[in-house]
């Protein structure tokens, strides 16, 4: 394997009717920004939980944080932070609202120009508001690393940091806050949590062995309790797996010294930006495309996973595992080529320019240009 | 799976090289006590290697802590701290240098009596020195962890500790260090991983397959590994990847919501305080004699494992499961029976009442008592 440094240091409270812990876990002496989405917290009674935990305590709130959150709303809240004084950020809500969050944390901080520099030139900020996490919808990994994807209207754009000043210091994962999860959040959030493992997994081998099979653990989890979760959207047990599994899917540890592809996801961005499909939407659809381009190149890996997860041996066991893969994602409910949205080649050079302006060449090879990306997008139809 | 809370906040920096990273990892302006063990150190080139990366700092050593770190020589290191107004301890070696390191770390602070209550008592104890590590024997886990062992002569017990204040806050492991290792003290680093495994592993199902395929990823790699590298005991990647193993056996991940047991640990602890025996020599024999007389009610994980890791199904799956596990430890050149060692029953009444006289139950079930640890005493001979 190679050198590596991993440095996590989130405390996760995990389980049923933990939610009152915020009573102790919020710091004292702080004003608190309640952060949230579009108010199913305030359906499903975690709202209710939440306010009862922050008893005495000096808070505020700012709802209406989108799924892909916006730079736009994030700014309203940065302005609201500056204006009561803001201490401790407690997002309440799903990985959007808490990729929100951290970017809050940052800019309410960031004097040097316009935060959105943050993304657009990875621009240093060391300073963040402290914040913890409730989380509501198992998916992104947000609560238990450093990252946050932000979307711009005015630019169609949807960028990505990195910044271990927005560790949560405390993620609250209560399954039974996921229980009335819509059908297809939840098999989005299977399908990305599955994504997040691939891209740290599906490049080559590198002996690193106990790091592939962490990552074939989230996958058999996931690939188990996946269609199970559909059947009885209710059984706990099911739901705190799924829980667990997408969280521990990227929370570093599985890409601790190997190589990391995320491809599928780059694309997976335009896609959204450009034509507004869910994130896990277009995961589902890229990443077949992108094994069927570079199936050379991750054949060794292509054919492990074929063997340990599904069991599949024989000559063409990487074309086997792409269409098992595939299926997988059918079997969630989920769409699989770009047609079935209705999508057309018509943007795809525009995409791939996109890349090639950015200078940036994708996958554990770095060898994926502008051509290629088209080639896969091909592939997506 | 159980509710369960997650924290640890060690940075672990990990691969060739690495250890002249501790220039920026020591914090400015804190006088440095750098701690080891039996002077291998100074052989295998790790404390010039520390020294160079230490160079303009304020720093002293205390050398000669031992394997089972004894109460008595690390108040020494206590009284040292005092008289140098150390600010920052550095453990270079192996486990129980950094497990009588931790111990130092809290000792040093402690004014409420005697620091033994710290094992004793489990008296409370808040105030660490900070501390570092450079681990040069993947064996113990304690690089990532907030646990430690030690032994006290005047009274013939070994009891550990668990204490968030003394995570180290960085760890840095470089498996060069551990090319020049002994092969005992390889081979008891790997049974040592091993069982730390199975403590959290080796009881009974409880709806959590993510965290027993964490832990099979474990055991799998040290399986894999632990024969070759005592083929190949110079081969980089070998060493690699028993390191890495043996720090996430006991970083707290694969135990996040299912029951443990550690009664090996525990009746282990006290062949070592009796008898002198390395503590992985004791594991490698308590662990099947707790197995077989467990096996009622470890049986369904005991077939688990026996066709995960072994391929082995069948009436007597949790039968063959044993035996395939003294044989690999006998592959790793280990003694499995008392006898070996020379240990007759004698003493198995005192070890018993021991526990009766501190009213401990052992065991996932609190089930193990005086009687029954006499039996499991009977089954090592």
Redesign the interface.
């Known amino acids: 394997?190679?050198?590596?440094?991993?440095?996590?240091?989130?405390?996760?409270?995990?389980?049923?009717?933990?939610i009152n812990q915020l009573a102790e876990l919020v710091p004292a002496g702080r004003k608190i920004l309640v952060t949230y989405g579009g108010g199913s917290i305030k359906q499903n009674g975690v709202y209710d939980q939440v306010k009862n935990a922050l008893k005495g305590r000096d808070w505020v709130e700012f709802g209406g944080i989108e799924p892909n959150p916006r730079y736009e709303t994030l700014m309203k809240s940065v302005a609201l932070c500056r204006e009561e004084g803001i201490g401790f950020l407690l997002s309440v809500g799903g990985g959007s609202v808490l990729d929100g969050t951290k970017f809050i944390a940052l800019a309410v901080n960031y004097a040097q120009g316009d935060p959105w520099d943050i993304l657009a030139k990875q621009a240093p900020a060391e300073l963040a508001l402290p914040l913890g996490c409730v989380l509501t919808l198992p998916a992104t990994g947000s609560e238990m690393n450093c990252f946050s994807v932000i979307s711009r209207d005015s630019t169609q754009e949807k960028l990505a940091f990195s910044n271990p000043a927005v560790f949560p210091r405390f993620s609250i994962l209560d399954p039974e806050t996921t229980i009335s999860l819509p059908v297809r959040q939840t098999m989005n959030g299977i399908a990305d949590a599955f994504a997040h493992v691939m891209e740290q997994y599906m490049t080559f081998p590198c002996?690193?062995?106990?790091q592939d099979?962490?990552a074939?653990?989230?996958l058999?989890?996931l690939i188990?309790?996946g269609p199970q979760v559909l059947q009885q959207p209710g059984n706990y047990?099911f739901r705190?797996?799924i829980m667990?599994?997408a969280t521990?899917a990227l929370n570093g540890?599985i890409s601790?010294?190997v190589p990391q592809d995320w491809t599928t996801h780059m694309i997976g961005h335009e896609l959204t930006a450009f034509y507004g499909l869910d994130h896990a939407q277009t995961l589902v659809v890229v990443m077949p495309a992108v094994w069927k381009h570079q199936k050379a190149r991750k054949a060794l890996k292509l054919s492990q996973y074929a063997e340990r997860i599904w069991g599949t041996k024989g000559s063409d066991s990487a074309g086997q595992a792409i269409e098992k893969t595939e299926q997988f994602f059918r079997s969630l409910g989920m769409k699989t080529r770009l047609s079935e949205y209705g999508i057309t080649a018509e943007r795809f050079e525009q995409i791939g320019q996109r890349f090639a302006s950015r200078g940036l060449k994708l996958g554990e090879h770095e060898a994926i240009g502008k051509t290629e990306v088209i080639e896969i997008l091909d592939l997506c139809r």
């Open positions: 394997m190679n050198n590596f440094t991993y440095f996590n240091p989130v405390k996760v409270v995990f389980g049923k009717g933990t002996e690193a062995p106990l099979r962490q074939e653990a989230i058999s989890t188990e309790y047990q705190s797996n667990w599994a521990q540890i601790c010294g």
